[in-house]
């Protein structure tokens, strides 16, 4: 089957560092996406892997381990305005289709 | 620059009743998607479009219907409304990576 893993919810303090993890279990692989949906809103694409290793955007960047079936998120000097779930997203076929994970829930404290 | 856009929403429908609920894209996108998503749950896929007149089932399509006339237009029909399909419903596009979302439609059926 499909199968995609991130932790439900995490909790992170303003200024510091935080890692979400993703891991996925799929019949083929065609890249993974990262999210951000804060409540009430649409998700907002944050990162694209396709090829291992690391993927910076600013405070921001993801890797991947398609050997492990493995990514992370990291968020870097964390803002109030991070609290949001994070979605892990994998196409598995060429036809375009995106398997979800059930996101996590990232809570900032000051 | 209006991207994805959905209508109605908010919509509150009564069980046996139909309704549709629009879609439209501006940026000429082929892949066109229609997501439910329930609390805390990830994204479900009901029916995608890779192009006009082309449409195919996905993950959980039961109670749903639809069509694509044209590029832009991808709406979403519920024929007979079930307490089941009480959700908040996403359509997207996408054009190989990055997919684009509408603001949602949260549905209540009673």
């Known amino acids: 089957g499909q199968n995609i893993d991130q932790p439900t919810e995490m909790t992170a303090t303003e200024g510091a560092i935080v890692q979400i993890n993703c891991t996925y279990q799929?019949?083929?692989?065609?890249?993974l996406f990262w999210y951000q949906q804060h409540a009430g809103e649409a998700p907002t694409f944050l990162s694209y892997?396709?090829l291992d290793g690391l993927e910076e955007k600013g405070r921001f960047s993801s890797f991947l381990s398609r050997s492990k079936g493995y990514s992370y998120l990291l968020l870097k000097e964390l803002q109030m305005k991070d609290s949001a779930s994070y979605l892990c997203?994998?196409?598995?076929?060429?036809?375009?289709?995106?398997?979800w994970g059930a996101g996590t829930k990232l809570i900032i404290k000051p | 620059n209006a991207g994805v856009t959905q209508t109605p929403k908010f919509r509150i429908l009564k069980i046996g009743q139909s309704m549709t609920l629009q879609c439209t894209q501006d940026?000429?996108?082929?892949?066109m998607y229609w997501y439910r998503q329930d609390p805390g749950m990830g994204l479900k896929l009901i029916y995608y479009?890779?192009?006009?007149?082309?449409?195919d089932k996905g993950e959980v399509p039961n109670g749903y219907n639809v069509s694509r006339s044209t590029t832009e237009d991808f709406p979403l029909r519920l024929e007979l409304a079930a307490p089941s399909q009480t959700s908040v419903y996403f359509c997207?596009?996408?054009?190989?990576?990055?997919?684009?979302f509408g603001q949602g439609t949260r549905l209540t059926v009673v």
């Open positions: 892997n396709v």
């Open positions: 997207a596009s996408s054009e190989g990576t990055e997919a684009f």
């Open positions: 940026m000429n996108h082929n892949y």
């Open positions: 997203a994998v196409r598995a076929g060429s036809n375009y289709q995106l398997i």
């Open positions: 479009s890779v192009g006009a007149g082309i449409t």
């Open positions: 799929t019949s083929g692989f065609n890249g």
